[in-house]
């Protein structure tokens, strides 16, 4: 709910309403990058005038953002390119293999957080100008949760791994922002508490982290589509005038690119033309459904 607002979404649904699903995730990073550099320049200043630690942990985690985002950027121009002699099926797995690429370099970024914080624990330094950090951390919340908005109504709508990638991304950095302004306005009271701060982020960041392997290993080991969107692609199958049954269905995904096995049934009397024009309709049917789509459709009479 508090990132998704009807009246918001129909705006953006009107004025992206011509924009393809590729040209549309491809705006998502680049505002991801624009959003980082900020960012990182605003919580670098804060840092050199507050010396707290989830402070630097957080500029840390916007520098691997603003990386991240940029490689996501080059990786989804690469994916739509045309197909070629050695890759027949185009180059959209490569998303799976840079939202691999994203959890590892999250992974260490949450590691590296651990250890500062472990470091600070040992040689505790206070903060200071604590004001000036939580004016910084507020304007990051609002410049993050501008981008986290987006890039949720574009993976709604592209439903692409790399998006949803960055989207936890962005939304680990704002929840850390959240913290952090907890830890500059308790550090005053409780000396540890920017210590402690630092090991909740860098436990999110790995949460986080983990949520992306999974889903980069769902695209790469070519696992079905949910249920539901199955079912729903059954249903198109079978509303086709023509189709008896549908005996077998394969479904996988690479990217934002939908990839759709059917084998259906018909009448044994009608001719291989009927046929053909059945198959083609089915088809043509699922081509409706997703933008990017490769749908292969077999008949055979039914016994």
């Known amino acids: ?24 995730a ?4 680049v505002l991801g990058i624009i959003t980082s550099l900020f960012l990182i320049i605003l919580k670098f200043a804060a840092w050199m005038m507050t010396s707290s630690l989830s402070m630097r942990a957080s500029m840390n985690d916007s520098i691997l953002d603003a990386l991240t985002s940029f490689l996501a950027y080059h990786t989804l121009v690469f994916s739509s390119t045309s197909v070629d002699k050695e890759h027949n099926y185009g180059h959209e797995k490569v998303e799976g293999i840079m939202a691999l690429f994203q959890c590892l370099l999250v992974i260490y970024s949450g590691i590296m957080i651990f250890v500062e914080a472990y470091e600070a624990f040992l040689d505790p330094k206070p ?5 000036v950090g939580v004016a910084v951390m507020v304007i990051s919340c609002f410049a993050v949760y501008q981008l986290i908005y987006f890039q ?13 990638g960055e989207t936890l991304h962005y939304l680990s950095d704002f929840l850390m922002n959240i913290c952090i302004i907890a830890s500059l306005i308790i550090s005053k ?21 983990f949520l992306t392997l999974k889903n980069a290993i769902i695209d790469l080991m070519d696992e079905s589509l949910p249920s539901k969107t199955r079912g729903d692609i059954l249903k198109i199958i079978k509303s086709v005038k023509g189709v008896e049954e549908v005996s077998s269905l394969k479904t996988r995904s690479a990217g934002m690119k939908k990839y759709i096995e059917a084998r259906i049934t ?6 291989f033309g009927e046929a053909h024009d059945i198959s083609q309709n089915v088809e043509r049917k699922l ?3 997703f933008e990017k789509v490769d749908a292969i459709v077999k008949t055979e ?3």
């Open 301 to 303: 009479p039914k016994i």
């Open 152 to 164: 949720k109504y574009v993976a709604r709508r592209t439903e692409s791994i790399l998006v949803s």
């Open 189 to 209: 009271f409780f000396a540890h508490i920017d210590v402690a701060c630092g090991v909740i982020v860098g436990g999110y960041v790995l949460y986080g982290a």
């Open 26 to 29: 491809k705006k998502s990073v």
């Open 1 to 24: 709910m508090f990132f998704r607002i009807k009246l918001v979404d129909a705006i953006l649904s009107l004025y992206f309403k011509n924009y393809s699903h590729s040209d549309l």
């Open 127 to 131: 903060v200071i100008n604590s004001e």
């Open 266 to 271: 018909v009448n044994p009397i009608i001719s």
């Open 287 to 289: 081509s409706q459904m």
